[in-house]
């Protein structure tokens, strides 16, 4: 059998194809009781719209492009979910490309969702090749999400407070008493902000010179790595703040295949409130960088993007707040 079409939705609720497609497309022009009969036909007949052919009359896809700069990184979880329900509701999809995979291959794939006629683009992280971003922007409405890059013309920015999260974790191992207080810091514009807020934090308590910074690759293997470098100096820190939380637990690997409990030997504090964090066995504090909040912020600012892209790119931050969990505490002994 032939799939339903308009016309025998049309002729199932005694109306016109034009009244059906008011009602398909969400129209308040339409009286109620011939939107009752249409939605009573569209399920009578099982009847699903023709997406090519609606994306032929409309010159839309109702598609979002998303990328990503590593799918294997769970800060994107939440960030995912926000922006997913935002752009759900406004009768969007979502098509997700890993930058990770982008690198691999030596594709572009933003030139991928331009090919695919998206509606729009969100850039999610820092992501290795920003001038791809840049192409991109100058054909499809784009926004930046969880980054501070890059900076264009009619780009919006949707991001936390990097500096600002820095600056709480730091002020909370000095609370506790800790004076050797090391970071693991990042990469792009996010790294930079995350380390000046350690930095600058450690410089107003006049403890520059006990700070060390030791640099990582956002994933948890490079976060042990930092750590073992750390804790192998002649003085070794009695805390550590990572630049994620991926890096905080390679960093608690790397604490206890050396011999040292957490928190009593050594502090911990990670960054993104992942669920990492929340996992019992790890209980991390961490920094809750509100990650939902910026996807679902990123998504209306894409939304307005749409309907008028040559409006000036924005800036949008998150304040973020401290989670204090089970990996840190005061010193054993104060410096």
């Excluded at 032939?2 to 129209?27: H, N, Q, W, Y």
């Excluded at 820095?166 to 790294?191: C, K, S, Y």
């Excluded at 894409?302 to 010193?331: F, N, S």
């Amino acid at each position: 059998m032939r799939p339903p079409t308009i016309r025998d939705v049309a002729e199932r609720a005694g109306v016109s194809k034009s009244l059906v497609s008011l009602v398909l497309r969400g129209s308040e022009q339409v009286r109620p009781e011939k939107r009752q009969a249409v939605l009573a036909a569209v399920e009578e007949l099982g009847y699903r719209p023709n997406a090519a052919a609606r994306s032929l009359s409309e010159r839309r896809t109702r598609t979002v492009g998303v990328l990503l700069n590593d799918l294997r990184n769970p800060w994107f979880v939440e960030l995912l979910d926000g922006l997913n329900s935002q752009l759900y509701a406004s009768g969007l999809r979502t098509l997700l490309a890993d930058g990770r995979l982008n690198r691999r291959l030596g594709d572009d794939l933003t030139h991928t969702f331009t090919e695919l006629r998206v509606d729009g683009l969100i850039a999610v992280g820092t992501l290795p090749d920003p001038a791809a971003v840049r192409t991109a922007a100058a054909r499809v409405p784009t926004v930046v999400a969880g980054s501070r890059e890059p900076v264009l013309p009619h780009v919006d920015i949707v991001a936390g407070d990097d500096e600002l999260g820095a600056r709480l974790a730091t002020e909370h191992l000095i609370g506790l008493g800790h004076r050797r207080i090391a970071h693991i810091t990042g990469q792009g514009v996010v790294g930079e902000l995350r380390r000046r807020g350690f930095e600058a934090v450690m410089r107003e308590h006049g403890l520059s010179g006990s700070a060390a910074v030791e640099q990582g690759d956002l994933t948890e293997e490079g976060g042990y790595r930092a750590t073992v470098r750390l804790l192998g100096a002649p003085h070794r820190p009695t805390a550590v703040f990572a630049f994620n939380d991926m890096a905080g637990v390679g960093a608690l690997s790397a604490a206890e295949e050396l011999g040292l409990r957490v928190p009593d030997d050594l502090s911990l504090v990670g960054y993104d409130n992942t669920y990492l964090a929340r996992l019992r066995h790890l209980w991390l504090t961490t920094v809750d960088n509100a990650n939902h909040d910026i996807g679902r912020r990123a998504a209306r600012r894409l939304l307005d993007r749409i309907a008028d892209p040559t409006r000036p790119g924005e800036v949008a931050l998150t304040a973020p707040a401290l989670e204090v969990r089970g990996t840190t505490a005061p010193p054993r002994s104060t410096d």
